[in-house]
């Protein structure tokens, strides 16, 4: 069984809120300097960075796990992920559906840079990114599991776009694979006042806007091997696959 570190929740320079120093490589060496086996991209609203990630990040070892953070209709945040090119472009249409095409101003808000493997810009949106979508959480949690994919709440407990922030409590019957907390909140603090969805993996990750955030936080894999089946498995807790928190 292997113990394997992971941290989910990294952006790139495609999100409008992260460093324009989060190319693609960066993150990458980054991450490897850091002893990550598992990276999750995660940009706003868009996986139109996840392949280049992905093709670098497989010459380095590491596992990433290619996704999105999408803002609900309630403007609550969260984290899915998927397993073929195909099904993370069919959830990029699902996006391109719902997504309000706000005109965007890189002067106020930034650059949102889709790069190459040498940090060359091969496309920059002009709508901004950073605006909830027009469906709510639920039907985000339905298609990314007919897609096949992981769905994973955000930052449950953060004071802003999130479950309590926005619903006033996690639903204990929420269809989430795990569950993600702030990762400033001890462990033992969430389940104490969350006792409710105990059942859940609870995962901690950086939600890394900038180089040095990467790997800041983590949480820890028990997996057979490194795959995207297997990183399921532990998050739903089946078998001997498990997931720890730091």
Do not use: W
Request: aromatic share 8%; proline share 3%.
């Amino acid at each position: 069984m292997l113990n394997v570190k992971a941290d989910l929740h990294i952006h790139t320079v495609l999100s409008p809120c992260a460093d324009t120093n989060m190319s693609p490589m960066a993150i990458v060496q980054k991450a490897f300097s850091k002893g990550l086996k598992i990276i999750g991209i995660t940009d706003h609203n868009s996986t139109l960075q996840c392949r280049t990630v992905k093709q670098i990040a497989d010459e380095f070892g590491i596992f990433t796990l290619m996704g999105a953070e999408i803002t609900s209709k309630e403007e609550i945040h969260c984290l899915v992920y998927f397993d073929t090119f195909e099904n993370l472009q069919n959830f990029q249409d699902f996006i391109d559906r719902n997504l309000p095409k706000i005109k965007y101003n890189p002067a106020l808000h930034g650059i949102q840079a889709v790069l190459d493997t040498s940090n060359h810009v091969i496309d920059q949106l002009d709508y901004y990114l950073g605006v909830p979508l027009n469906v709510g959480f639920e039907e985000i949690e339905e298609t990314a599991h007919a897609l096949g994919g992981i769905f994973i709440p955000a930052h449950v407990d953060r004071i802003k776009f999130s479950l309590i922030s926005q619903l006033g409590y996690v639903p204990e019957n929420i269809k989430a694979d795990a569950l993600e907390i702030f990762n400033q909140t001890p462990l033992i603090q969430f389940l104490r006042e969350n006792g409710h969805v105990s059942h859940f993996t609870i995962l901690k990750n950086s939600d890394a806007h900038t180089l040095h955030s990467i790997g800041q936080y983590v949480s820890h894999f028990m997996l057979d091997k490194i795959n995207f089946k297997e990183i399921k498995m532990a998050l739903r807790k089946k078998f001997e696959r498990m997931v720890i928190v730091e």
